[in-house]
């Protein structure tokens, strides 16, 4: 799904820039072995975002591969990770838009 790879992009600049390395070098691993379009996208647009300071060692790729499903699962809850506790008018994280609970 193309979709989730261009939701990945974003969420890898966001988390890299945040100083969330861990978060943003492992959607990248999704990203180029998602589809040809995420690849190009952790070649070209995401490369330096997960590398972190310079010369540390890089994060190694998770194990095992990630579906679309389960990268805009990861990405959800690393997110939702980092919202503060108390933001008024938010819903609970396990409901959708419109008051729907995730299956």
């Known amino acids: 799904m193309i979709a989730a790879s261009v939701v990945c992009i974003e969420f890898v600049t966001m ?3 945040s100083g969330r390395t861990a978060e943003a070098a492992h959607m ?5 072995s998602a589809n040809e379009f995420g690849a190009l996208a952790a070649r070209t647009l995401v490369p330096e975002a997960t590398d972190g300071p310079v010369g540390a060692r890089p994060a190694p790729p998770p194990t095992g591969a990630v579906d679309d499903r389960a990268a805009l699962g990861y990405m959800r809850e ?3 990770a980092m919202r ?3 933001l008024p008018g938010l819903p609970p ?3 959708c838009p419109g008051g729907n609970r995730h299956r």
């Open 15 to 17: 988390m890299a820039a």
């Open 28 to 32: 990248r691993h999704y990203l180029a």
């Open 78 to 80: 690393a997110l939702t």
């Open 84 to 86: 503060p506790a108390a």
């Open 93 to 95: 994280s396990d409901t």
